[in-house]
Nanobody, 129 residues
């Protein structure tokens, strides 16, 4: 059974940086596209970004485009979300999600949460002003 575990979230001041990790266990990550989502209190879950199986295709949500960076390290079964210069509006629970895709979809990045079939438990990021 596939399990995803996020880590790295914590309380920081505006302008600080964080790197979140999403570690897969149970199966190798190479068959999965991985997405990051976030949900702030009272708001809908939002697509932050995602990376394809191949790692060559990455999509970002409009609110983080140009700020956040997603990468994957298959040897460590881990995907990262680098978040520099954080803002209070980045405060949310951050989730990673995996979607197992075949070889014909090596460069596919699902951007809707319903396309993912495995989810982590989330990690809280709080940015104080």
């Amino acid at each position: 059974q596939v399990q995803l575990v996020e880590s790295g979230g914590r309380l920081v001041q505006a302008g600080a940086s964080l790197r979140l990790s999403c570690e897969f266990s149970g199966r190798t990550i190479i068959s999965y596209a991985v997405g990051w989502f976030r949900q702030a209190p009272g708001k809908a879950r939002e697509f932050v970004g995602g990376i394809s199986r191949s790692g060559t295709t990455i999509h970002y949500g409009d609110s983080v485009q140009g700020r956040f960076t997603i990468s994957r390290e298959n040897a460590k079964n881990t995907v990262y979300l680098q978040m520099p210069t954080l803002k209070p509006e980045d405060t949310a629970v951050y989730y990673c999600a995996g979607r197992d895709l075949g070889v014909l979809a090596l460069n596919t990045v699902p951007v809707v949460d319903s396309a993912y079939n495995y989810w982590g438990q989330g990690t809280q990021v709080t940015v104080s002003s």
